[in-house]
């Protein structure tokens, strides 16, 4: 089961990058990197910190890497950031040492008539330039959502939260992971145009992992009622180590 845990908190600082930016064909996926995105403070579950963590990239996993009540969506986008930083006056030997040196924010999507405003920006039909993208947009759903950003209630921010590990090798048990509660909308067309770049370098296959034993690993989120969704209605998540909200939420071990 997941638990409310309030001490759990994620401050956002994202910022626009003033350069064109483009995504990346790596094979396994495509990235986005090469600007200032700004980062994100998390002040852990025994309420240490904030630790500092600054955007290294986004990259995405279709289908999803995670489950939610056993669903699993079409699109995972990951915002991987790397630790920068610790509480402040502490000394840099002592926030080198915290665990977690990585904290990766995972969005969930699924088909839809109409793409996320995000993904539209991203350019997934030619790849081409990209301006005036900020990682923010993607709380809002609707693109009065996206234009009316500083309205949007701290509370709409809904996460799950565990310590796990990297999906791909070595997978190293270093990361904060943090996944958005809202699942947001990506049209056939554009997931498509994300899929031809790897399924066709991993045979067929999608570039997700399996889920994994969440080995004691505890889940918890950041709001205090927990609302079965409309079309699922079990209280189940596989977490990456692939999360099943009940006892199965993970990532890798």
């Known amino acids: 089961m997941t638990v409310y845990e309030p001490t759990f908190k994620v401050d956002f600082n994202y910022k626009t990058p003033p350069e064109s930016l483009a995504l990346e064909n790596i094979l396994w996926t495509v990235r986005l ?3 200032d995105f700004g980062g994100i403070e998390v002040t852990d579950l025994n309420g240490s910190g904030p630790y500092r963590y600054k ?3 986004l990259h995405m996993h279709g289908p999803a890497e995670h489950r939610i009540e056993g669903v699993q969506y079409d699109l995972e986008i990951h915002i991987v950031h790397e630790l920068v930083g610790g509480p402040q006056g502490q000394p840099e030997e002592e926030w080198k040492a915290y665990n977690e040196t990585l904290a990766v924010i995972g969005f969930f999507f699924e088909k839809a008539e109409k793409s996320h405003p995000f993904i539209e920006k991203m350019r997934p039909l030619d790849f081409g330039p990209i301006s005036d993208i900020n990682f923010n947009e993607l709380f809002g759903t609707l693109a009065s959502e996206v234009e009316n950003l500083p309205l949007l209630s701290g509370d709409q921010r809904q996460f ?3 310590k ?3 999906t791909n090798p070595p997978c190293a048990d270093v990361v904060n992971w943090i996944l958005y509660k809202k699942v947001l909308p990506i049209s056939e067309e554009h997931l498509a145009a994300f899929r031809s770049v790897w399924f066709p370098n991993l045979g067929g296959h999608g570039n997700f992992r399996e889920c994994q034993p969440l080995c004691g690993r505890k889940i918890v989120r950041n709001f205090e009622h927990f609302e079965e969704s409309d079309h699922h209605k079990k209280d ?9 909200l009940n006892e199965k939420l993970v990532h890798h071990p």
Do not use: Q, T
Request: glycine share 14%; hydrophobic share 25%; with cysteine.
């Open 236 to 244: 189940k998540a596989c977490v990456h180590h692939n999360i099943e």
């Open 55 to 57: 955007v290294n990239h």
């Open 33 to 35: 990197s090469g600007g």
């Open 160 to 162: 799950y939260h565990y």
């Open 164 to 166: 796990g590990s990297l």
